[in-house]
C-alpha cells in the first residue's frame, strides 16, 4: 500500500512560480512512474506530466517549458516546479504513482489547489 501527500499549492499572481511536492509512504515506490494532474472545477483530469522510475519525462503541451517534473528516491518524493503560471492553470493538483505494467497498480493523493490570479 502507498500513500501520497501533496503540499506545495497556493495563490500565486500570473507569471509566478510554485514548487509543489509529492511525498510518498509505503513500499515500492522506487520502481513506480509518477505523475501530476490536474483538475479545474467543472473539467475532467487531465494529464499534466509524468516521470518513469529511469527519469524519462513527459508533459502535456499546454505546459512544456514552463513545468518541470523531477523525483528523489531516496525521499520517495516527487516534485513540480511550474514557472511562468497562467490562470489557465488554476487547479486541484493531484499525484498519481503507477506501474504501467500493472493497470490494477495505482495511487492518488488528496490533492491541492493552485490558483493563479490575473
Known amino acids: 500500500q502507498v500513500q501520497l501527500v501533496e503540499s506545495g499549492g497556493g495563490l500565486v499572481q500570473a507569471g509566478g512560480s510554485l514548487t509543489l511536492s509529492c511525498a510518498a509512504s509505503?513500499?515500492?515506490?522506487?520502481?513506480?512512474?509518477m505523475g501530476w494532474y490536474r483538475q479545474a472545477r467543472g473539467k475532467q483530469r487531465d494529464l499534466v506530466a509524468t516521470i518513469t522510475r529511469g527519469g524519462t519525462t513527459n508533459y502535456s503541451d499546454s505546459v512544456k517549458g514552463r513545468f518541470t517534473i523531477s523525483r528523489n528516491s531516496a525521499k520517495d518524493t516527487v516534485y513540480l516546479q511550474m514557472n511562468s503560471l497562467k490562470p489557465e492553470d488554476t487547479a486541484v493538483y493531484y499525484c498519481?504513482?503507477?506501474?504501467?505494467?500493472?493497470?490494477?497498480?495505482?495511487?492518488w493523493g488528496q490533492g491541492t489547489q493552485v490558483t493563479v490570479s490575473s
Open positions: 498519481k504513482t503507477f506501474r504501467p505494467w500493472d493497470a490494477s497498480y495505482e495511487f
Open positions: 509505503g513500499s515500492g515506490f522506487s520502481i513506480n512512474d
